[in-house]
């Protein structure tokens, strides 16, 4: 089987429950959400040679403030995904969204979709409100996911501050998301999320964003902080070791090797990011990529085994 971990139902509960929450995507991402059919993707999966989809919803993320109407949004749209994935049970899964940072909230929907709705995890923003993965508020939260040996996987959306006259702070895609990400996970290696937390199956998105850089960087900083007493003392590598990566964006000519100096080739799996890149995009990089000789050892690893044993570890 080859596996996308990395694709984003858009249907028309998702667009009607993030206009009632007042959420503008292209206020909040600079970016409009594409178009998107539950038949344009199995015919995207068809021509890309891929078997099996696990959907999450994509930015923005879904919290407007208001606890209430965000866990009433997510209730609705988990609903309406698992519907997709029933009827076509053998094409699509799902990780379920989550009405962060209202924790209560986001422990009993995960726990809803999960229990109820056949959720194989939940999809985490890296930030929800300016409140970053790792915060200490999202333990009880954590908790509960390590109980349940949950996937997670983490998608970036926008810092809730940025500089706006600038091209990078305009639109997301273009830095803000890779930025965020890194952001996100250097703050739960700093708090240890990844060795406290070890049953969690968190992916993180885009080849890693800017961590193939940010390892040595933070091994070294964080070692001087801790040794000033500014931080606690952090194994980065450690807490590295334990993460997924997708490879949705560009792995070639240079991302995936950057990826494979910081993590190994059983932590690696197949991300498209349809619909967000263009079906003839994605499938012009995935024939580069299958072509590819020298990927020739890994390609079934990161399509197919690595994603089988984070489906299985999510039930």
């Known amino acids: 089987m080859n596996i996308d971990f990395h694709a984003h139902p858009i249907t028309k509960i998702f667009r009607e429950n993030i206009e009632l929450l007042g959420i503008d995507p292209i206020d909040d991402d600079g970016f409009p959400l594409p178009q998107w059919t539950v038949e344009a993707h199995i015919d995207f999966m068809n021509n890309a040679g891929i078997d099996y989809t696990v959907l999450s ?119 803000e998301y890779p930025a965020d990400t890194t952001r996100a996970v250097l703050n739960m290696a700093a708090n240890r999320i990844m060795t406290r937390f070890p049953n969690i199956k968190f992916v993180v998105p885009h080849n890693g964003s800017f961590l193939p850089y940010m390892l040595s960087r933070f091994s070294g900083v964080s070692g001087i902080l801790a040794s000033l007493g500014m931080m606690d003392s952090v194994d980065v590598k450690k807490e590295f070791a334990n993460l997924f990566f997708d490879i949705a964006g560009d792995p070639e000519p240079i991302a995936l090797d950057m990826l494979l100096m910081i993590t190994d080739e059983k932590h690696i799996v197949y991300g498209s990011d349809f619909p967000h890149s263009p079906a003839k995009i994605v499938l012009s990089k995935k024939l580069h990529f299958d072509n590819n000789e020298k990927y020739n050892s890994i390609r079934q690893k990161i399509y197919s085994e690595n994603a089988l044993s984070l489906i299985k570890g999510g039930k």
């Open 57 to 175: 919803v994509p930015p923005p993320h879904i919290h407007n403030g208001n606890d209430k109407e965000s866990c009433e949004a997510a209730r609705k749209i988990n609903i309406d995904t698992s519907e997709i994935c029933k009827k076509y049970p053998d094409k699509f899964g799902f990780a379920a969204c989550v009405p962060l940072p209202c924790v209560d909230g986001a422990i009993n929907e995960a726990e809803f979709a999960i229990n109820e709705l056949g959720a194989l995890g939940v999809k985490l923003s890296t930030n929800s409100n300016g409140i970053y993965l790792g915060d200490k508020s999202f333990e009880p939260f954590m908790e509960m996911l390590n109980e349940k040996n949950s996937l997670v996987i983490i998608h970036p959306c926008r810092a809730r501050q940025r500089p706006k006259n600038v091209i990078t702070g305009k639109v997301a895609a273009i830095y």
